[in-house]
Structure formats: structure tokens, C-alpha cells
């Protein structure tokens, strides 16, 4: 039987889903929200300029073009200045704000952020708290974490602080940080959590076709997906998870990436494109056996004409 799907979200992948992606990817599905890359707290509130760097959407009512909702995502360990910030980022027009306690980046984890916070459940508590009464109750709180550190022995103590600090939403993506992305996703941990605790859950991790959403679904328990690396490898795999089409042909995609380029012509930025393009096509390479050759034809070019003289070349 076929398991119905309430709302599918575009992930904040970090350095790849910017601005650009997100016009293109939700031009061409109908996702429910987008979440930014982080924007990265320490000790003070961050400037305005900031916020419109990682989010250019605040400047439209936090919508993308086509009315896609966005919300920012913060990443921090200070619950003041979480508060502060997010405080800040609904005042600029955010749809909600989001906490980041799942990412694995070395870096970020060393400054006491992202996932290393999942081995201290009552700091999260703390963080979430905090922006939960510094926000108006009608705002949406979500909160994207892993299955834990280095395991999972954590998990429950983490949920139980995140619910009861009264946040509204909750992704898990479903593998520890220890685990990385390397397959599989857990995504009957998220089920025994949808059991024991009154949370509105969101599954994350490994959904890379409809069969995919169709298991996770019914493992996680939640009706909610969040779409990382397999939204950027089938680009309109929302609308995929929706029923609504089949993946897209390489044809199509190949209009896709031409059509990229344009988003890109509003100042020659030919190396910010190349160097982002062959990080995309990198993704595609994961569902498109066609990318292989392409990537290889475009690895060594830098001029966004000789690029896309060469996807004519392959098209």
C-alpha cells in the first residue's frame, strides 16, 4: 500500500545547497521549505548582511522565487546568543528558525558545535530553551540532530531534552556522526522515537528514489522526508518522493545544468560556476551514468562557454 507523504524539505547541505540550488531545485519541485546552510554564532550577533549573504530570500519575504518558504538554520553552542540570533533572523523575515545539532564537519565540531553537542543533552537543552522563550510562541522551532556521536546511547536523553524545551519539529537523520554517510540510514530509530515522544518527526538520510520514501516512511514512522545529497542527484527527486513524475531524463537534466549557468550570468563569476558545477555533477555521477563523461570532459575547464559547449557536445 502506498504511504502517503505530508511534507518533503530541502536539507541545508553546507557549501552545495546555496541560493542558486535552492531556485533551481525549487522551481523544479514543490517542496514545503527549504533550510539554509548554517549560519555560524559565537559570542555576538551576527550582522544583518550575514544573514542576507546566506539567505539573499529574506529580501523576499523568505521566500524563493517560485514561494517556496525558507527557514534559516543557526549553529552555535551559546544559548544566549542562539537566542539572540534567532531573534534576529525572524525580524528579517525567516520562516521559522531551525538548530543545528548533526553537523560532522571536523571543523565545526572542534569549535564546540554541530554534532559534538549530541554527547551533551543538557546543553541542547539549554540552546533550545533559550530560543524557545526568546521567540513568539507561533513561531516554528525546528531542530535537525543525528542518531548520536560515536552511537546511539545518547538518543533518548537528547530527544527528551529537545521536547521538553518545547521545540515544535524534529529531523533526524539517521546515522551517527561516527557513521558519515556511508549506507545505511537507521531509520527504525526515528520509528521508536515517533513512539515514545509527542514530537512532530522528520526522516532524513539514504532517500534516493519513490521506493526509498516508501520504506523510510514506514520505518521512521513520519510522513515528513528531508531531501539531502539525493535531491542534488536527481534533481527533481521531490516531486519523485510526491508521485507526481518519474526522475528526470538526461536530456532534461542537461537543460538543467545550461539553465544553471544563466542563474549565474548576472556578473561573470565563470570559476564560482565551474567549480560549483563539477561539485554538482559530481551528485549526478551517484543516478546518471552520463555525468561520468561529462565530468571528465569539463574537469580541466574554467570558462562557462567552453562548459556548456560541452554539454551541447553530450547532450
Same mark, same amino acid.
Given at each position: 500500500?502506498?504511504?502517503?507523504?505530508?511534507?518533503?524539505?530541502?536539507?541545508?547541505?553546507?557549501?552545495?545547497?546555496?541560493?542558486?540550488?535552492?531556485?533551481?531545485?525549487?522551481?523544479?519541485?514543490?517542496?514545503?521549505?527549504?533550510?539554509?546552510?548554517?549560519?555560524?554564532?559565537?559570542?555576538?550577533?551576527?550582522?544583518?548582511?550575514?544573514?542576507?549573504?546566506?539567505?539573499?530570500?529574506?529580501?523576499?519575504?523568505?521566500?524563493?522565487?517560485?514561494?517556496?518558504?525558507?527557514?534559516?538554520?543557526?549553529?552555535?553552542?551559546?544559548?544566549?546568543?542562539?537566542?539572540?540570533?534567532?531573534?534576529?533572523?525572524? &525580524?528579517?523575515? /525567516?520562516?521559522?528558525?531551525?538548530?543545528?545539532?548533526?553537523?560532522? !564537519? @571536523? +571543523?565545526? #565540531?572542534?569549535?564546540? $558545535?554541530?554534532?559534538?553537542?549530541?554527547?551533551?543533552?543538557?546543553?541542547?537543552?539549554?540552546?533550545?530553551?533559550?530560543?524557545?522563550?526568546?521567540?513568539?510562541?507561533?513561531?516554528?522551532?525546528?531542530?535537525?540532530?543525528?542518531?548520536?556521536?560515536?552511537?546511539?546511547?545518547?538518543?533518548?536523553?537528547?530527544?527528551?531534552?529537545?521536547?521538553?524545551?518545547?521545540?515544535?519539529?524534529?529531523?533526524?537523520?539517521?546515522?551517527?556522526?561516527?557513521?558519515?554517510?556511508?549506507?545505511?540510514?537507521?531509520?527504525?530509530?526515528?520509528?521508536?522515537?515517533?513512539?515514545?515522544?509527542?514530537?512532530?518527526?522528520?526522516?532524513?538520510? &539514504?532517500?534516493? /528514489?519513490?521506493?526509498?520514501?516508501?520504506?523510510?516512511?514506514?520505518? !521512521? @514512522? +513520519?510522513? #515528513?522526508?528531508?531531501? $539531502?545529497?539525493?535531491?542534488?542527484?536527481?534533481?527533481?527527486?521531490?516531486?519523485?518522493?510526491?508521485?507526481?513524475?518519474?526522475?528526470?531524463?538526461?536530456?532534461?537534466?542537461?537543460?538543467?545544468?545550461?539553465?544553471?549557468?544563466?542563474?549565474?550570468?548576472?556578473?561573470?563569476?565563470?570559476?564560482?560556476?565551474?567549480?560549483?558545477?563539477?561539485?554538482?555533477?559530481?551528485?549526478?555521477?551517484?543516478?546518471?551514468?552520463?555525468?561520468?563523461?561529462?565530468?571528465?570532459?569539463?574537469?580541466?575547464?574554467?570558462?562557462?562557454?567552453?562548459?556548456?559547449?560541452?554539454?551541447?557536445?553530450?547532450?
Amino acid at each position: 500500500m502506498k504511504n502517503h507523504v505530508k511534507q518533503v524539505i530541502l536539507a541545508p547541505m553546507e557549501g552545495v545547497a546555496d541560493v542558486l540550488m535552492r531556485e533551481m531545485l525549487t522551481s523544479l519541485n514543490h517542496y514545503d521549505l527549504c533550510i539554509t546552510e548554517f549560519v555560524r554564532v559565537v559570542d555576538t550577533l551576527v550582522p544583518k548582511k550575514v544573514f542576507h549573504k546566506i539567505c539573499p530570500e529574506l529580501l523576499n519575504n523568505g521566500m524563493t522565487k517560485n514561494q517556496t518558504p525558507v527557514r534559516v538554520q543557526l549553529l552555535g553552542q551559546d544559548p544566549q546568543w542562539m537566542a539572540e540570533n534567532a531573534v534576529r533572523a525572524l &525580524e528579517l523575515g /525567516s520562516h521559522g528558525i531551525d538548530l543545528n545539532f548533526g553537523c560532522p !564537519a @571536523k +571543523t565545526v #565540531n572542534k569549535s564546540k $558545535g554541530g554534532a559534538v553537542l549530541l554527547k551533551s543533552p543538557e546543553t541542547i537543552h539549554q540552546i533550545v530553551t533559550n530560543v524557545r522563550e526568546s521567540i513568539s510562541a507561533e513561531q516554528t522551532l525546528s531542530v535537525k540532530i543525528r542518531l548520536g556521536f560515536d552511537d546511539t546511547s545518547l538518543l533518548n536523553e537528547v530527544v527528551s531534552a529537545i521536547v521538553s524545551a518545547k521545540a515544535n519539529f524534529l529531523t533526524i537523520h539517521a546515522r551517527t556522526k561516527r557513521d558519515g554517510y556511508n549506507p545505511p540510514a537507521y531509520w527504525h530509530h526515528i520509528g521508536q522515537i515517533s513512539e515514545h515522544y509527542p514530537i512532530e518527526l522528520c526522516a532524513n538520510g &539514504e532517500i534516493w /528514489s519513490y521506493n526509498d520514501a516508501q520504506r523510510c516512511i514506514k520505518e !521512521a @514512522k +513520519t510522513s #515528513n522526508l528531508m531531501l $539531502g545529497r539525493g535531491a542534488l542527484a536527481t534533481p527533481n527527486l521531490a516531486n519523485v518522493v510526491k508521485g507526481l513524475e518519474e526522475k528526470m531524463s538526461w536530456p532534461m537534466l542537461c537543460q538543467q545544468l545550461k539553465r544553471y549557468a544563466q542563474l549565474e550570468l548576472d556578473g561573470d563569476k565563470s570559476f564560482y560556476f565551474s567549480s560549483r558545477l563539477k561539485q554538482w555533477i559530481r551528485y549526478l555521477k551517484l543516478q546518471y551514468p552520463q555525468a561520468e563523461e561529462l565530468f571528465s570532459e569539463i574537469k580541466l575547464l574554467k570558462d562557462k562557454k567552453d562548459i556548456l559547449s560541452a554539454i551541447d557536445k553530450l547532450h
